[in-house]
């Protein structure tokens, strides 16, 4: 079982925790390209980096859905994150990941933080994320993430 954690405008936390750098949205190919590479690195290579990633988080963020990224000094991506469109009112924030040369600077709670206020100025009344481990369940505790419940995963033999 997997415990999740929801976040809805009364607990969002405001101002938003400080980032090493601005959190921006994605513009153009280069960037879907920069931040499908960062999520693949954060991530230990778990997903490698495509185009065909890159299209998908371009497809995220024109269907309703939103990526924000921080972008590094000189070009690429520091750390990013998504969220689904809202469906019956929520939204699934997923895929948070920093490189791991950016780790500690902020930029999780700030792409958290940017992608909960944005979907819940556009109309959902809940966001909520799974987390990974205690450390990044209390980056999401402290941006407004609180916990939800829990979700059971079960798979049928073919």
Do not use: K, N, Q
Not at 21 to 26: F, G, H, I, K, R
Not at 33 to 60: N, V, W
Not at 112 to 123: I, Q
């Amino acid at each position: 079982m997997h415990e999740y954690l929801v976040c809805v405008p009364d607990t969002l936390t405001m101002p938003m925790p400080p980032a090493a750098l601005p959190v921006e949205t994605p513009s153009t190919d280069d960037d879907y390209t920069a931040i499908d590479a960062a999520l693949s690195e954060a991530f230990g290579g778990e997903f490698p980096a495509s185009p065909e990633g890159a299209a998908r988080l371009r497809r995220t963020e024109e269907s309703g859905g939103a990526v924000r990224f921080v972008r590094a000094p000189g070009g690429g991506c520091a750390g990013a994150a998504m969220c689904s469109a809202p469906a019956v009112e929520t939204s699934e924030l997923a895929g948070v990941g920093t490189r791991p040369d950016w780790r500690g600077r902020g930029i999780a709670g700030a792409v958290t933080a940017t992608l909960a206020e944005t979907m819940l100025a556009r109309g959902a009344r809940s966001v909520w994320l799974e987390y990974s481990g205690e450390g990044s369940r209390r980056v999401y505790e402290r941006v407004g993430f609180r916990p939800g419940g829990t979700r059971l995963y079960m798979s049928l033999e073919a």
